[in-house]
C-alpha cells in the first residue's frame, strides 16, 4: 500500500476520536456530582403552585440536600436572570422575549401567577450559599459572549460546587478556552428533537450526535433520556460522564453518574 493510502486510512481512523473525544476531568473535580440527583428548575411541582426556577422551588431544594439544575440568560439591561424558556409567555402570560424587557420589568412579573418572581442569578447563588452543588444551564442567545463573561465573573466569586452546560457547544467551547478549571458539559438529544425544534437536517445530527465536541471538549455530556447515538456511547466510552435529564423515575439512575429528576422525590445520593 502507498504511503499516501496509509496515511489517509490513519486519519479516517482517527477522525471519531478527533470530533467525538471529550475533555478529561480529574476525580476531585467531578466528585460533588457523581451518584447525585439534581432537582430541574429546584424541586418545583407539577402545577407550578411551586415554580420552576423560583427562590421558593430552590430553598425546598437545598432544604431536601438535593443538588440544582437552573437556567441563565440576560434581560435588556445585560442582568443575569434565572428564567428558562426565550418567552414570558408560558411563565408568565406576557408576549414579548426575555432580552426585550429591563430586569425592573421583568420582576414585576408572576411566575406562573404566583408570589414568586423571577430571580437574579446572583441573588440565587446567595440564597444556595455553597450549601449544594449547582449545574448551571447557560440558555443560547443573540450575546452569548456577554452571557457567558457575566456567568463567569458571579461563579468566580461563588465558595461552592459548580459546573456548566449548555445545548450551543461554542458557550461550551467558551468555558474550555477561557475557564478550564470549570467542569463543562454538553446538553444533547437524538437528531430528530432538534429538526422537530425547527432546526436542519444537517445541525440536528451535528447537535444530536455531539460532533462539536471537536469544539467544546465536554467533560460531561447530558444527554435526554432515552436512546443514545454511537457517537455519544462512543463519547461517553472515551471518558465523557454520562448525564440524563430529565428523569421522572429512579430507573434512570442506572448506568448514569448524575440525573436531573422532577416531580418526584428520589434519594439525594444513589
Known amino acids: 500500500m502507498k504511503v499516501r493510502h496509509l496515511i489517509a486510512a490513519g486519519c479516517l481512523a482517527a477522525a471519531p476520536f478527533v470530533l467525538l473525544a471529550p475533555g478529561q476531568a480529574s476525580e476531585s473535580k467531578k466528585a460533588p456530582f457523581l451518584h447525585r440527583n439534581f432537582a430541574h428548575r429546584g424541586l418545583h411541582s407539577e402545577d407550578q403552585s411551586v415554580p420552576e426556577n423560583s427562590r421558593k422551588a430552590f430553598s425546598l431544594a437545598v432544604e431536601a440536600g438535593y443538588g440544582m439544575e437552573?437556567?441563565?440568560?440576560l434581560s435588556r439591561d445585560g442582568q443575569v436572570v434565572v428564567f428558562h424558556d426565550d418567552t414570558l409567555d408560558r411563565a408568565c402570560g406576557v408576549a414579548a422575549r426575555v432580552d426585550e424587557l429591563d430586569l425592573a420589568e421583568l420582576q414585576k412579573l408572576p411566575l406562573f401567577g404566583t408570589d414568586e418572581r423571577i430571580p437574579l442569578f446572583a441573588d440565587v447563588l446567595a440564597l444556595v450559599a455553597g450549601r449544594t452543588p449547582l449545574i448551571v444551564e447557560l440558555k443560547n442567545g443573540p450575546r452569548n459572549d456577554e452571557l457567558?463573561?457575566?456567568t463567569y465573573a458571579l461563579l468566580r466569586t461563588y465558595q461552592g460546587h459548580y459546573c456548566i452546560e449548555s445545548f450551543n457547544p461554542l458557550i461550551v467551547a467558551w468555558f474550555r478556552f477561557h475557564a478550564p478549571a470549570v467542569l463543562r458539559g454538553q446538553l444533547a438529544q437524538l437528531p430528530e428533537e432538534y429538526v422537530r425544534a425547527g432546526r436542519s437536517i444537517a445541525e440536528g445530527l451535528l447537535l444530536g450526535n455531539t460532533l462539536l465536541n471537536v469544539?467544546?471538549?465536554p467533560q460531561f455530556i447530558a444527554y435526554r433520556i432515552g436512546p443514545k447515538p454511537l457517537c455519544v456511547r462512543f463519547?461517553?466510552?472515551?471518558?465523557?460522564?454520562p448525564v440524563g435529564w430529565t428523569s421522572h423515575s429512579r430507573d434512570s439512575e442506572s448506568g448514569r453518574d448524575a440525573v436531573i429528576f422532577e416531580y418526584y422525590q428520589p434519594d439525594v445520593r444513589y
Not at 463519547?235 to 460522564?241: D, K, P, S, V, Y
Open 235 to 241: 463519547a461517553e466510552a472515551l471518558g465523557a460522564m
Open 148 to 150: 457567558c463573561k457575566k
Open 70 to 73: 437552573l437556567d441563565v440568560q
Open 215 to 217: 469544539a467544546a471538549r
